[in-house]
């Protein structure tokens, strides 16, 4: 099971990202009937929710302290999961993974997500 985010780097406060992560299984093997989440961790921080969407992407969850900035999409045809980041903040800053849930729908507990990508890192200037 391979996760692949991109999409980070440097942005001034203000600005937009779009984070990307690609899902691959062995022998062909999708994800599209699990739910996905976005999650992130800052230096020295713990690990935090950031946004989750079930298999189908009718239902999306958001921690609060992202909530009316950043939206969460997949496309499942294409195995992919986007994490549209905007009006970015200095506390934004930490490296993003991807994750797949176990069930059909998001979690806000890593926990409940049993696959993860290495992650890529988002810096916001202030």
């Known amino acids: 099971v391979q996760l692949q985010a991109s999409g980070g780097g440097l942005v001034q406060a203000g600005g937009s990202l779009r984070l990307s992560c690609a899902a691959s299984?062995?022998?062909?093997?999708?994800?599209?009937?699990?739910?996905m989440g976005w999650f992130r961790q800052a230096p020295g921080k713990e690990r935090e929710f950031v946004a989750g969407?079930?298999?189908?992407?009718?239902?999306?969850t958001y921690s609060d302290s992202v909530k009316g900035r950043f939206t969460i999409s997949r496309d499942r045809a294409k195995n992919m999961v986007y994490l549209q980041m905007s009006s970015l903040k200095s506390e934004d800053t930490a490296v993003y993974s991807c994750?797949?849930?176990?069930?059909?729908?998001?979690?806000?507990?890593?926990?409940?997500?049993?696959?993860w990508g290495q992650g890529t890192l988002v810096t916001v200037s202030s």
């Open positions: 969407i079930s298999w189908n992407g009718a239902s999306t």
């Open positions: 299984g062995a022998s062909g093997r999708t994800f599209s009937n699990n739910g």
């Open positions: 994750a797949v849930s176990r069930t059909p729908y998001s979690s806000t507990m890593y926990s409940q997500y049993n696959y």
